[in-house]
Structures are given as C-alpha cells and as structure tokens.
Nanobody, 125 residues
C-alpha cells in the first residue's frame, strides 16, 4: 500500500519556476522498488503524463512538451520524488498528481495505480 502527498504548488508568473514534492508512505515494500511519475490535469481536459522515473533514477522519461523545462528526480532515503518546473507557461496551469507503480522498471502511464490528491499549479501571464 502506498500513500502519496504532494506539495509545492501555487501561483507563479509566466517564466517562473516551482518545485513540486511528493512524499510516499509505503507499507509492505520499500519505496525504491516503485517507479514514480508526475501527471497533470487541466480544467476540462484529460489527465496527461508529465514525467516518469525508475527506482534508481537511471531511467527518466518526459512528455515532449516538458522536455528541457521540467526535471524529475527522487531521493529514496527520503521517500520523495520531485518535479522541478522552469520557464513555466500559462498552459502549464493544472492540478499536478504524483503517482506510483509497483515495479522497479519504467512502465507506461497506465501502469501507475497509486495516486496522490494533487497540487494546484497556476501560471499567470
């Protein structure tokens, strides 16, 4: 069982930066055996994949629109995954969700089956 709690969202001007954090509470398995990811959902739109990271951080995958602006990382000692977001745009406005998959590889988005409650990111013009 995994419980995920996101933080770090807020209001930022276009061109600014935010760092999201997600702390995992894990029972039965160690955190480092889970692949982690960030998704986002804008108002009226479907949830979309942002970035994923395998257990060691050695494999990372980004959605094309986030490449070069966002960076995902994890600290297994702190049971935490991060999303550094730079050069933010108004179209990045969304609720950002942390997700976990019970695998030490880097799975496709449908494999993520543990979700946090989300944190709102709003980018103003």
């Amino acid at each position: 069982q995994v419980q995920l709690v996101e933080s770090g969202g807020g209001l930022v001007q276009a061109g600014g930066s935010l760092r999201l954090s997600c702390v995992a509470s894990v029972s039965g398995r160690t955190f480092r055996l889970y692949a982690m990811a960030w998704f986002r959902q804008a108002l009226g739109k479907e949830r979309e994949f942002v970035a994923g990271i395998n257990w060691s951080g050695g494999r990372i995958y980004y959605a094309d629109s986030m490449k070069g602006r966002f960076a995902i990382s994890r600290d297994n000692a702190k049971n935490t995954v991060y999303l550094q977001m730079n050069s933010l745009k108004p179209e990045d406005t969304a609720v950002y969700y942390c997700a976990a998959a019970n695998t030490d590889t880097l799975p496709s988005p449908p494999a993520y089956n543990y979700w946090g409650q989300g944190t709102q990111v709003t980018v103003s013009t």
